[in-house]
């Protein structure tokens, strides 16, 4: 990676850290001070914004200068995070949830206008590597921050929401390190009323594109499956280490940590894998990680369960690695930051509905049954988006240049 390019990893690690951060340590802090319907309430203030806001985000990343939009965004997430802390050490549950709510508006900012910034800064033929250096994040902080959280918000989660803010405030300066690229695309010399109509079509444009554009189409579609299937993913590996495997809290934080190192490893793997392999690997290894998550909660003990957990969690390193690589290599680069969005803000509902989900069907299921189902219609997710799409778009994928997609428009490759 070249220095631009490790200076905004550098900057993406810290916000994915403050995120596990404030993950935790508001979940602790409101759990302690008012329950767990408050809690239900906090999150819903620090999630509904974001998935209202993210495809107007999209646009303004293929529209906006990407540098001066996310210094100031993510300088206001650090704004609004010292809020939280604040208000959680005032015991105002109110300012706590207004400030997230104001942080999770400015991170909406963030996923499209960072992808945008990245593919400004390598070259077409570095994606691959560049977005599972990226992709990686997720395993490492996983580890990191879970741990830093779980350590600072032990004394103090105000003081774990306090780091959090700092980490964000440290994302901002090796942010404005890194040199500017130009806009996607951007319209010059409008009035406000031209500009208002403009806005209106590109919102349009970029829904309009999963239409165009079928193997992005379908990486949405399979992302949607994948947010019905793993929304509860973390409360569901708890819950079984805990109450089906009889461990305790420093067993959890041995699966965390087994989770990331499995994800960090199944990045690298990915990037080093030839372009005529993505389309099969992805779908073969979203088959893999359903068999074993299936085999997870199958499994009668301890190590048996932990070693389907780093096989699945293997096979959603190398996912997560070409996740982005096949979604936007057919897109052009003026449709990127939007086509980005509708896939983060699909995925990211369907999540939170799977979520409240959850709790309904463990009244009816126990929790290894529904984790088995789950794990079972994944992996019939993965052989469907093969035969139905994958297999087909393969022709596409291979020849597709850097600016995307003058063969998919041609629509013989629709699904």
């Not at 802090?29 to 209202?52: I, K, N, R, S």
């Not at 207004?98 to 909406?108: P, V």
């Not at 741990?147 to 901002?172: K, T, Y």
């Not at 030839?274 to 779908?283: D, E, Q």
């Amino acid at each position: 990676m070249n220095r631009d390019v490790r200076r905004l990893w550098s900057a993406a690690a810290c916000l994915s850290a403050a995120f596990w951060m404030l993950q935790i340590s508001v979940a602790l802090h409101v759990l302690d001070a008012a329950g767990t319907a408050a809690l239900a309430a906090v999150q819903l203030a620090g999630v509904l914004p974001a998935l209202l806001l993210t495809p107007v985000a999209g646009l303004a990343a293929d529209r906006a200068r990407l540098r001066p939009l996310l210094l100031w965004t993510v300088a206001a997430q650090a704004v609004a995070v010292a809020g939280m802390a604040v208000g959680a050490s005032a015991g105002n549950l109110v300012v706590l949830a207004g400030c997230y709510a104001a942080q999770s508006i400015a991170m909406a900012f963030w996923p499209a206008a960072r992808q945008q910034w990245l593919y400004g800064l390598v070259a077409p033929e570095e994606r691959q590597q560049a977005n599972a250096a990226f992709g990686s994040l997720g395993g490492i902080m996983t580890i990191v921050g879970a741990i830093g959280a779980g350590l600072v918000s032990a004394w103090s989660p105000v003081a774990a929401i306090g780091g959090a803010a700092a980490l964000i405030a440290c994302g901002a300066v090796v942010l404005s390190q890194v040199r500017a690229t130009g806009p996607a695309a951007a319209p010059d010399g409008e009035r406000v009323g031209a500009r208002l109509r403009s806005f209106a079509t590109g919102l349009r444009e970029g829904f309009g594109a999963t239409r165009r554009y079928p193997l992005a189409r379908s990486v949405i579609w399979i992302g949607i499956a994948w947010g019905f299937i793993g929304g509860g993913y973390t409360v569901m590996l708890s819950g079984h280490v805990v109450d089906g495997l009889g461990g305790d809290a420093a067993t959890v934080a041995l699966v965390f940590a087994c989770d990331g190192v499995a994800v960090l490893a199944g990045t690298v793997i990915a990037s080093r894998l030839p372009r005529s392999t993505h389309l099969p690997v992805w779908a073969a290894c979203y088959a893999a990680q359903g068999l074993a998550w299936a085999g997870f909660f199958a499994a009668p003990g301890l190590a048996g369960a932990l070693t389907c957990l780093v096989a699945m969690r293997l096979a959603s390193g190398c996912v997560i690695a070409l996740d982005t690589t096949i979604l936007l290599d057919t897109v052009p680069a003026e449709l990127r930051g939007r086509v980005t969005s509708i896939h983060v803000t699909t995925y990211n509902a369907t999540a939170r509905l799977s979520l409240a989900a959850l709790g309904t069907a463990l009244g009816w299921f126990s929790l290894s049954a529904l984790g088995i189902a789950a794990g079972l219609l994944a992996t019939a997710t993965g052989f469907a988006w093969w035969f139905l799409a994958g297999r087909r778009s393969q022709t596409v994928y291979i020849t597709a240049d850097a600016g995307g997609v003058s063969l998919q428009r041609s629509g013989s490759h629709r699904t």
